[in-house]
T-cell receptor, first 111, second 114 residues
Framework: KQEVTQIPAALSVPEGENLVLNCSFTDSAIYNLQWFRQDPGKGLTSLLLIQSSQREQTSGRLNASLDKSSGRSTLYIAASQPGDSATYLCAGNNAGNMLTFGGGTRLMVKP | DGGITQSPKYLFRKEGQNVTLSCEQNLNHDAMYWYRQDPGQGLRLIYYSQIVNDFQKGDIAEGYSVSREKKESFPLTVTSAQKNPTAFYLC?????????????FGEGSWLTVV
């Protein structure tokens, strides 16, 4: 069964810093991997979706990579801003309609 | 605007009571999902439906029931058999399967047992 782990659970950085969030998964037979943002008490917003045949996806200041062989994905945030403060979750899709979520990384960007 | 609407936002349940959470989408999506999120944790799948009048159990279906009588609606009933129902419930939808499609989430419903 797929297990997804996100480290660290919480991260605090000063504004302007580049940062990397980590996601690891146990089953490399993955269809795709998605990164989401969740603001407190809100639903999830999809940020990036990486198909199994892709190695990375970019959207603005965000870049996500996928390395199936090592069971890892990273989300790179460039020039972080206070508005980036949120919880970031990754999820792997192994079996059609089943997404397995990590526990999330709670990010705080200080002005 | 297109999207997913969950109601109510906050709900309180007494011991032994069944409650129903509503989820409506106007995105014309075939697939709909219910997830549970406990504080500080990721999401766990309760039920999903790929098509009208069909649904499948997820990882934690015990104590929950669903129906899918219309494409746009996927209500979740939390029954008295669910012993620890206090959580944040999220409804989601996607075009079809998740192998190539983005999933969209509602704003969530908070359920508390009193």
């Amino acid at each position: 069964k797929q297990e997804v782990t996100q480290i660290p659970a919480a991260l605090s950085v000063p504004e302007g810093e580049n940062l990397v969030l980590n996601c690891s998964f146990t089953d490399s037979a993955i269809y795709n991997l998605q990164w989401f943002r969740q603001d407190p008490g809100k639903g999830l917003t999809s940020l990036l979706l990486i198909q199994s045949s892709q190695r990375e996806q970019t959207s603005g200041r965000l870049n996500a990579s996928l390395d199936k062989s090592s069971g890892r994905s990273t989300l790179y945030i460039a020039a972080s801003q206070p508005g980036d403060s949120a919880t970031y979750l990754c999820a792997g899709n192994n079996a059609g309609n089943m997404l397995t979520f990590g526990g999330g990384t709670r990010l705080m960007v200080k002005p | 605007d297109g999207g997913i609407t969950q109601s109510p936002k906050y709900l309180f349940r007494k011991e032994g009571q069944n409650v129903t959470l509503s989820c409506e989408q106007n995105l014309n999506h075939d697939a709909m999902y219910w997830y549970r999120q406990d504080p500080g944790q990721g999401l766990r799948l309760i039920y999903y439906s790929q098509i009208v009048n069909d649904f499948q159990k997820g990882d934690i279906a015990e104590g929950y029931s669903v129906s899918r009588e219309k494409k746009e609606s996927f209500p979740l009933t939390v029954t008295s058999a669910q012993k620890n129902p206090t959580a944040f419930y999220l409804c989601a939808s996607s075009r079809a399967g998740l192998s190539g499609n983005t999933i969209y989430f509602g704003e969530g419903s908070w359920l508390t047992v009193v």
